[in-house]
């Protein structure tokens, strides 16, 4: 991929149209290989609902469905949020020079993920189905979903260490090996569905092992790359290769459990983990949908709208992880000039992702449905909520880049304030009313959504276009910089200096201007 902190010199200053055609260039190397594998992982999802659903009974399927909600809400959002952190002390370590603190950095977060990670797994496999019981699910449905919740705890502590993974690569403007990892499991799943579900009739404990396995295939390719293929296959710039040398400075457990670590890390992953609140809220809504007036057809509509809109934002979620990468590097680095252009360059592929999208949903709305279902009253239904889906689409595209800006700066507390306000406080209950309310079912459902995403995005742009110095946010990302390091130094801790040697000796040799080293 390329190396987007390289582009020191190539990316000058002096011309802010060179400099905005070499940002646009690295965003989209880096953005294009996120969507890729978060697309390849949607499929995923779908395919094992499509195995489960034609080889087994509708209470394994509508199980199973449970189940994957499960994991998304009480795992995968969380374990997303505490990854985040990564992305911006390692990020902003990276720009600014201090390459060991990238790998130091991600060994606390593998330590706080597998913690969190392991307690879930033990509750799914000891106290899944009574939990789900509980909440007034359906007594089959439950006893399906905790039986896919317990094979499918080897995948959720793979998909805790592949967050930790990514995030580490990401700082370092490394993002082809998420891409080839999510394609390979795409290729592997349907084969390991066809063997567990179909010819050796597994069942939902089938697919579960199934998605276990094909989220080991994603983790294997990340390790594989940062453990063998940079050892066989290193860059062409040598300083670069140097530079993400030191980022693994070896296990630094001691300073990974530094209380002082954990704080800095928490204050950061835990508003994190509070901005992925959107995801609960959209979960919701499908969970609300089946108190309506015939929640088969709402549910199946929902389903639906909500697997197209996951590919919408699988296209967008790119470019966020771009403009959280580069935005980082550079403050990092103390170029507050080209942090601002980051941002700018982000917006503006953004709003052609966002618009493409919208027209698309638009032109489409009314053949999409028959991909998925031939009942008509269902078709019907779907057709009127990609309307309202088209304009979700441009805030919600707008929206991953604006979440990706704020969390480079270090301002996951005050977005996860504004989710709360747009989603819990301002959508939730606007989607009740005009569901419940005014009687409008599922499209009321969609609507409370689209308000919701309005109001979170005209938020955080307005963050980001009044209240953002980025002069300030460079002394910022150098302030949390410098406080890790002096308790480091009262802690005792030297970082290694023979890899910084090298690197000086590569530099005298002007290795370090050549823009766009692939790997």
Known sequence: VMGADDRDGAAGDDDDDDGASV??????????????SMTM?????????????????????????????????????????????VNTLAGTAYGLGAYERVGETTQRALLVTTTYAALTCAVFATRGEEFLAATGQDAGVSREAGRFLRAATPGVLCYAWTQCTMTYLHS???????????????????????????????????????????????????????????????????????????????????????????????????????????????????????????????????????????????????????????????LGAGNAKRARRAVAVSFQLIACVGVIASVGIIVARKDWANLFTSRE???ELVSELMIALAAYALFDCAGAVQAGVMRACGKQSLAAKIVVVAYWII???????????????????????????????????FVIARRLDWDAEVVSAR?????????????????????????????????????????
């Open 427 to 461: 959508g939730i209950p606007l989607s009740l009313a005009l569901a419940f309310g005014a009687h409008m079912g599922a499209l009321g459902l969609v609507l409370g959504g689209l308000v919701a995403t309005v109001v979170h995005t005209g938020a955080l742009g």
């Open 172 to 330: 370092q403007g490394i993002t082809r090996p998420q891409a080839l990892g999510g394609v390979l499991a795409a290729i592997a799943h349907p084969i390991l569905c066809y063997y567990f579900v179909w010819r050796w009739e597994i069942g939902v404990v089938g697919a579960a092992l199934a998605w276990s396995a094909s989220s080991a295939v994603c983790l294997a390719t990340q390790v594989a790359y940062a453990t063998v293929w940079r050892r066989m296959f290193r860059e062409r710039d040598e300083a670069l290769a140097l530079k993400r040398d030191m980022c693994w400075p070896g296990w630094q457990l001691r300073r990974a459990i530094s209380t002082e670590g954990l704080r800095e890390y928490f204050a950061l992953a835990l508003p994190g983990v509070a901005m992925k609140m959107e995801w609960w809220a959209s979960e919701m809504t499908v969970v609300m949908a089946g108190y309506l007036p015939n929640p088969e057809i709402a549910l199946s509509a929902l389903s639906i709208y909500g697997s197209t809109n996951a590919f919408v934002f699988d296209a967008s979620i790119g470019l966020g992880v771009a403009s959280l990468t580069r935005v980082t590097h550079e």
């Open 479 to 519: 302030d949390r910089h410098a406080l890790t390091t002096s308790h480091a130094a009262e802690a005792g801790y030297v970082p290694r200096s023979s890899s910084f040697a090298l690197l000086e000796s590569a530099r005298a040799n002007d290795l370090t201007r050549q823009y766009g080293a692939a790997v």
């Open 377 to 379: 009253e269902v078709r």
């Open 41 to 85: 992982n949607t499929l995923r999802d779908l395919v094992t609902l499509v195995f489960v659903g034609r080889a087994r009974a509708t209470v394994e399927l509508a199980g199973a469905a449970l189940a994957m909600t499960t994991i998304n809400i009480a795992c995968k959002s969380v374990l997303v949020g505490l990854a985040s952190a």
């Open 23 to 36: 940002e646009r260039a690295a965003q989209i190397a880096l953005a294009i290989p996120v969507s890729v």
